[in-house]
């Protein structure tokens, strides 16, 4: 069987303020024309169809669009899962009819132990949940941590796992020791969220969603499809795409997808960027400036924009300083050797004539303070 393993599509995402709908269309497009022509059985969406419980009329719509685009035009088998940021009962709304098309789709811990059997596998659907919601469902108040309640949800999965089948288990979830980023809503508060990858071990592969890296974690039997897009400035550097997995011949591959817009993240001083003695060669990617020298610059961001109009951000940056302090006895030296001592200190440069100037008319007592 050939699974493509995809999810945290986050449709209906606002990046500084810019809705990604269309860029979110242009990667769906791509993933809509490998489905159809690399001859894939079934696709897997890991969580987070949505970014928000309470998507956009345009967000719904074009994830409605690709769902049916999936399942009904492409004639492709369909799993999906709810993750943190998906509303259940809008996920789960006509699933149980959704099933007469091969399209499967699980919100709820009653069913996680319920296999979707295709061919010679079965898929158990284990959406994203709570430390509170496992206590209460199993009654038991030793679950503390999502480690906890994750063996608690296994252990109801092995009294029925035939493992003479190949087994799958489709999660959204943090296994422990991943690389995370600062797009990713965390799953609870003041709870432990990480999970250990030998909690799946009698699984064949566990195919999961909620971290965006797509090698989050280094394992061969659990991965991450990572997301779609490059959701925060935090990921430019990570590829983006989705996996591949050949139950037949045993191998997993991870397939890139080229975005609409590439994000850009520069460090560097303001006068470089608007003299052009740095250039970028991808005028359509989304930037972040980190510029030094903006002090007394009227408007930086309109300058930025004429040169690159995709900027999103532009910060000051503050450059690290020497924080090895010296100690000073007040009581032995005078009022101009404390101010050169701090201009020295703070700004690593002597003092001008008008500075001292300037501190003594305004700054200085009479007959220095300080004895």
Request: charged fraction near 30%; hydrophobic fraction near 35%; proline fraction near 3%.
């Amino acid at each position: 069987m050939r699974i493509l393993h995809t999810g945290d599509w986050h449709i209906g995402r606002k990046m500084n303020g810019l809705d990604l709908l269309e860029d979110q269309e242009y990667i769906l497009e791509q993933l809509f024309t490998y489905i159809d022509k690399e001859d894939i059985d079934l696709v897997v969406v890991a969580g987070d169809i949505f970014d928000r419980a309470n998507p956009s009329q345009a967000a719904l719509k074009l994830a409605n669009d690709a769902l049916v685009k999936i399942n009904i035009e492409l004639g492709k088998k369909l799993i999906i899962i709810s993750g943190n940021h998906d509303s259940r009962e809008r996920i789960n709304y006509g699933s149980e009819w959704f099933k007469s098309t091969d399209f499967y789709i699980n919100t709820d811990l009653d069913k996680v132990h319920e296999p979707v059997s295709i061919d010679d596998v079965d898929f158990y659907l284990i959406p994203h949940i709570d430390v509170l919601e496992a206590r209460v469902y199993f009654e038991d108040e030793s679950i503390e941590s999502h480690e906890d309640a994750y063996q608690k949800i296994v252990e109801k999965i092995s009294k029925v796992m035939n493992k003479d089948r190949t087994n799958i288990a489709v999660g959204h979830l943090y296994l422990s020791g991943s690389i995370e980023s600062d797009s990713e809503r965390p799953l609870s508060m003041g709870l432990s969220e990480a999970v250990s990858v030998d909690t799946f071990k009698d699984f064949d592969y566990t195919l999961l969603g909620h971290l965006h890296h797509p090698f989050a974690v280094n394992h061969d039997k659990a991965f991450y499809s990572g997301s779609l897009l490059k959701y925060s400035f935090s990921e430019v550097k990570q590829p983006k795409g989705f996996r591949l997995i050949d139950t037949s011949d045993k191998k997993v591959t991870f397939v890139p997808l080229t975005p609409k817009h590439d994000l850009v993240y520069h460090q560097g001083t303001f006068e470089d960027l608007v003299n052009r003695e740095v250039t970028f060669e991808d005028k359509d990617a989304y930037y972040k400036f980190e510029l030094s020298n903006m002090a007394g610059i009227s408007e930086p961001m309109s300058k930025v924009r004429l040169l690159y109009p995709n900027t999103l951000e532009l910060k000051p940056l503050i450059e690290e300083q020497n924080n090895d302090l010296k100690q000073i006895d007040i009581s032995k030296v005078n009022d101009r050797e404390i101010f050169e001592a701090f201009i020295n200190q703070t700004l690593d440069r002597e003092v001008t004539e008008f500075e001292f100037e300037t501190f003594k008319n305004y700054f200085v007592g009479e007959d220095n303070e300080t004895d």
